[in-house]
């Protein structure tokens, strides 16, 4: 029996009702002590607790309230639950429908939750026989309930009749299918939330099985269908959809923003020239190259496109000759067939160094290549139709034949070789030197060749990517006094402040994503950005000072003027929301520091040359070659393009044999690195950078490889790139990414600052500033070699001049050079100085911290000092 409702209302029904007189004396016989006999009132109610009746007032007989007459109460209500003839109303009927659609419901949650992979819910007791759940038993006759519209004795007969029924029928069927039983009261509703339910609770599986099994390979999918074909299938909503691909930042990018364009300007005039850029952005996946940048390039310009690695400099050239498409914004042109040429970092790639230079030059012309070579097949065609004497045929290759001859015509393809000797010309290559062949050529020279297949195609616009990676003074003077007398509209990208103080009259400077215009030339720009940079700090401090005072009125006045605070908090958030918000400006940070691994010793000598004589094809480089390389030194080699620094370097790392003398390190633990001019010659192209920084590494753990490559500006996803796919500027940061996980006492750098940005440039020369051993160097960089260099070997008449003091040192020494480096100062720029000289054991020193005050605070130097010793020695 359920336990009794909390509080009841006891129905007390006179004599004349239809249960039986005795059988109601007998029931309510205990309660005559709680209850005064009314014999005239037909019927009373009266409020009765869930364990015992309430007490009525106080009595003159204190045995009403005895603890038996209590038991005996609720053994009398028991009783009286059993009376089957009780009147049940409506309300009370529908009352206990209700409570059993109720427990029925919570039966079969417990059955799905104990039976959802089709388990069956039948238990087996310790002596084998099967034991069925009891059925959720019906509620008790609320006897207690109000007694309003009483059923006649024919309905709660066919009502028992039925209860009856229903119980003996459950009670003989087995759990499962009373639990079978139970799902068909369940509304459309209740069986959809179940449906769900079920569905959500096989998806959670689903993805756990295919975590755990990630490992293997294979997915929940698989396994499923790698069973047993007599496995039961999956329950309907059981196979969850599939999961869709989280969205990338350049997703939702594309999807919010309107598809990137190429538009072509109206009412241009008769030879103007215009290639913009409006509102471009450019993001990979979640990283965000270019933010928004907006500017152009038109007839008369030679814009120098500054900023620092990593900022999408590259980028945007690429953009602008149509080799990539950028996220959102629009390519803005002056007229459809608008002829751009780029002249890449990498050109020396392209160049086949097989082919004699007129040959190189000529492999420009593709197209009209092409026209000529079938042109000559469609003559041999011609010449074997005509022996066949078929006339159809010959006429289909003389129609054919004709088509060629007016395309050839169209484009020129006869004058293709007076195009390319013109501009091998222009570039200063003699005619002798147009059979030799590519490799024969310096690497100065063989920009020349990049820079005339470039204009060889009559470009529109120019762009140049660093273009004097790899040129003495000489040829960057020659390229400079080019460029300017071209009309053409040219962009550069250089980390050359000479030469773009020389060339350029306009100046886009791109950082954090955006890019900022400045008319002149690279002198103008460091002026013009120093004072925006100057007038922005002072406007944004000034705003940030009347935001303190702002939030410091509203924090002293918040209880005192609610009201006002409210309105000032609300203009002061409006503010700091609209356009007219300055932002903070760029902070330039500490400088990025890095020292070479320790390595062994070195002993007083290091290498040395000895009678070197060297040349390739009867041309002499060097001879009679004496050199000396000494412990700590650090030797600078410089000479014009074609003086043979790079392959002095190469003989004395055993990498070519010369025809005379020898070149030898010295030492028995001399640790050498070599790093070499053209990255791509050294490094895997089909490997990660994060896979090409592991193979150099010892015994770093992952987290430190990972913090190392950080350093150098490989971050997130960019450690994942493969090394073809890198910049020019990237591959040098990898490879001296390597070499510092290389422990060395010999450096051996040929250009090592070639694609480096300024801070690169500066962050590599303090690390070979504080390098424990000895450095050979090439570099046509005068600053980078003034600051490192404490001797020059300067190769001059096919000869090596040793001086024995830094790059000021050699300048005094010819004051004709000196003469001609100093006129190319940029203003706002350092000038060449003396070699700073760094004692590394002082500095060293100098980091060491005292905590425990000065460095005699452990040692007595007086015993009369203190009143101790004072004591002490009085007693002696």
Partial sequence: MPPIPRRHRVTILSAAATVGAAALTSALSPLQNFVAPHPKIVQTTVAVPRAFLPPLAPSRSSALFAKPNKAAALAGLD??????????????????????AKEEKKAQAKANKKNKNGADAQETDGDGDSETHAPPAAPAVDIFADADEPLSLKEQMALEKKNKKKASQQAQQPAADIFAEADAPLSKKEQKALEKKLEKEAKKAKAKADKKNKKKGTSADEEVEAADDGAQPAAVGEAPEEEKKKMTLEDKIRKERPPPRVRIMEGVQPGFVSLALEN???????????????????????????????GGKTTQVRILAGELEPTVGDVLKSTKDLRVAMLRQEFADELVLTRSLVDEFLSVFEEENKILADLRKTETDLEGAGSLEDPDAMQAILDRMESLQTRADDKGVYQIRARAEKA?????????????????????????????????RDPNVLLLDEPTNHLDLDSVEWLEAFLREQNIPMVIVSHDREFLDQVCNKIIDTEGGLATKYDGNYSRFLQLKKARLDAWKTKYDNQEKKIKEEKSWIQKFKVKQP??????????????????????????????????????????EVAEVRGLKHGYDGDLLFEDVELDVQKNERVAIIGPNGSGKSTLLRILVGQEEPHEGNASILGSNVVLNYFEQNQADSLDLEKTVEDTVAAASSNQSYNELRALMGQ???????????????????KARLTLCCMMLRPANLLILDEPTNHLDIPAKEMLEEALQYFLGSVVLISHDRYFVS?????????????????????????????EWKAK????????????????????????????????????????????????NAKRNESS
């Fill in 79 to 100: 009783q009286f639950d059993d009376i089957q003839e009780v009147t049940l109303s409506k309300k009370e009927l529908k009352a206990q429908e209700k409570q059993r």
């Fill in 424 to 456: 091998m010309d222009l570039m200063g290559f003699t005619a002798e030197e147009r059979v030799q062949p590519v490799s024969s050529f310096s690497g100065g020279w063989k920009m020349r060749i990049g820079l005339g297949k470039v204009l060889c």
């Fill in 787 to 815: 600051k490192v260099a404490n001797s020059i070997c300067a190769i001059e008449s096919k000869r090596v001049e040793r001086y024995s003091g830094d790059y000021r040192y050699y300048m005094e020494k010819s004051a």
């Fill in 280 to 310: 471009v952005g450019v993001t990979f996946k979640n990283q965000e190259v270019i933010k928004s940048v907006s500017w152009g390039v038109t007839t008369g310009d030679r814009i120098g496109l500054v900023g620092p690695n990593g």
């Fill in 821 to 868: 480096v100093e006129a190319r100062y940029v203003n706002g720029v350092e000038r060449i100085e003396a070699a700073p000289k760094i004692n590394i054991e002082e500095d060293e020193k100098k980091k060491v911290r005292n905590f425990g005050g000065a460095k005699t605070a452990n040692l007595v130097t007086r015993k009369d000092k203190g009143i101790k």
């Fill in 563 to 604: 009201e006002a605070v409210k309105q000032r908090a609300a203009k002061l958030e409006k503010m700091q929301k609209s356009k007219d918000y300055v932002q903070k400006p760029p902070f330039v940070g500490k400088p990025f520091k890095f020292r070479f691994p320790d390595a062994p010793r070195l002993g007083a």
């Fill in 712 to 730: 150098f500006l490989f971050k997130g996803d960019t450690v994942k790139k493969k090394v073809a796919n890198l910049s020019g500027g990237e």
